[in-house]
T-cell receptor, first 111, second 109 residues
Framework: DTEVTQTPKHLVMGMTNKKSLKCEQH?????MYWYKQKAKKPPELMFV???????INESVPSRFSPECPNSSLLNLHLHALQPEDSALYLC??????????FGPGTRLLVL | EDQVTQSPEALRLQEGESSSLNCSYT??????LFWYRQDPGKGPEFLFT???AGEEKEKERLKATLTKKESFLHITAPKPEDSATYLCAVRASYQKVTFGTGTKLQVIP
């Protein structure tokens, strides 16, 4: 099973809302990633978790807060987002910090 | 700084018309080059990993090759279902990969 799941598939939120994105993998992968992807652009790395610990934060604004409760689960907590944060948010996992397996993404719209 | 450039930006082919996509890179110490396929509104789907110059990988109508400066994704006799954006990525540093901007392929029946 090489599946990474993400929920919800779509999310609409106001600028004052608090919401969370969820990502799950049951492949025993040691690395998990959050990416942001705008239309017609490549995925842009946000965070990397290595063995459940945050190892890379690509200078992401504090309104995005990642959390890794266990080795299978990765959350991205959202608060006070801006309309320009609207994008496809992708989660990925990797067994070896090389090949990454992506989830289907959460399409986020901030109004 | 690692750089990945893909060309062309877009490619339109007739069904059965073979072609190649290019990924040129500038990194200090390549630790892996990856090809992904992405359909609109979906996550990238892993295709290949290449590690060293001269290496080749094949999957159905796709073949990826690697030199010291670039990689090619050859598409032989493409079908409409091969239409997608193809992303190239490189890994030079531990844990982080850099993506190119992709080539959008359209195969016309």
């Amino acid at each position: 099973d090489t599946e990474v799941t993400q929920t919800p598939k779509h999310l609409v939120m106001g600028m004052t809302n608090k919401k969370s994105l969820k990502c799950e993998q049951h492949m025993g992968h040691r690395a998990m990633y959050w990416y942001k992807q705008k239309a017609k652009k490549p995925p842009e790395l946000m965070f990397v978790y290595s063995y459940e610990k945050l190892s890379i934060n690509e200078s992401v604004p504090s309104r995005f807060s990642p959390e890794c409760p266990n080795s299978s689960l990765l959350n991205l907590h959202l608060h006070a987002l801006q309309p320009e944060d609207s994008a496809l948010y992708l989660c990925a996992s990797s067994p070896d910090f090389e090949t990454q397996y992506f989830g289907p993404g959460t399409r986020l719209l901030v109004l | 700084e690692d750089q990945v450039t893909q060309s062309p930006e877009a490619l339109r082919l007739q069904e059965g018309e073979s072609s190649s996509l290019n990924c040129s890179y500038t990194v200090s110490g390549l630790r892996g080059l990856f090809w992904y396929r992405q359909d609109p509104g979906k996550g990238p789907e892993f295709l290949f990993t290449l590690y060293s110059a001269g290496e080749e990988k094949e999957k159905e109508r796709l073949k990826a090759t690697l030199t010291k400066k670039e990689s090619f994704l050859h598409i032989t006799a493409p079908k409409p279902e091969d239409s997608a954006t193809y992303l190239c990525a490189v890994r030079a540093s531990y844990q982080k990969v850099t993506f190119g901007t992709g080539t959008k392929l359209q195969v016309i029946p």
